[in-house]
Nanobody, 121 residues
Framework: QVQLVESGGGLVQPGGSLRLSCAASGSIFRIDAMSWYRQPPGKQRELVAT???????TYTDSVKGRFTISRDNAKNTVYLQMNSLKPEDTAVYYC???????????????WGQGTQVTVSS
């Protein structure tokens, strides 16, 4: 059984910073791409950033230059460093990972439970 557990959300003032973490645990043979999504209040979930297994990142335009995605493969963990936060970054942030639990078998998509980020003065 694979689980993704997020941490690091909270309330921050505009211009502040937060660092989200997401650790994968359980039966894991290989983790491919890992991503962060977010769902603002009353809106659809959207992709924020993705990091490939070799560490190559991509970002949605609205967070480029402010957010940094990284991963620690030894710890099966992905991070999202969020700087210069704006009120429009307020959302529930979800971790997403493509994981192959067994050497023989398919790859599955897993989601974390979500962590609330609120940017407000």
């Amino acid at each position: 059984q694979v689980q993704l557990v997020e941490s690091g959300g909270g309330l921050v003032q505009p211009g502040g910073s937060l660092r989200l973490s997401c650790a994968a645990s359980g039966s894991i043979f290989r983790i491919d791409a890992m991503s962060w999504y977010r769902q603002p209040p009353g809106k659809q979930r959207e992709l924020v950033a993705t990091i490939s297994s070799d560490g190559s990142p991509t970002y949605t335009d609205s967070v480029k230059g402010r957010f940094t995605i990284s991963r620690d493969n030894a710890k099966n963990t992905v991070y999202l460093q969020m700087n210069s936060l704006k009120p429009e970054d307020t959302a529930v942030y979800y971790c997403h990972a493509e994981i192959k639990p067994k050497i023989l078998g398919p790859r599955y998509i897993y989601w974390g439970q979500g962590t609330q980020v609120t940017v407000s003065s």
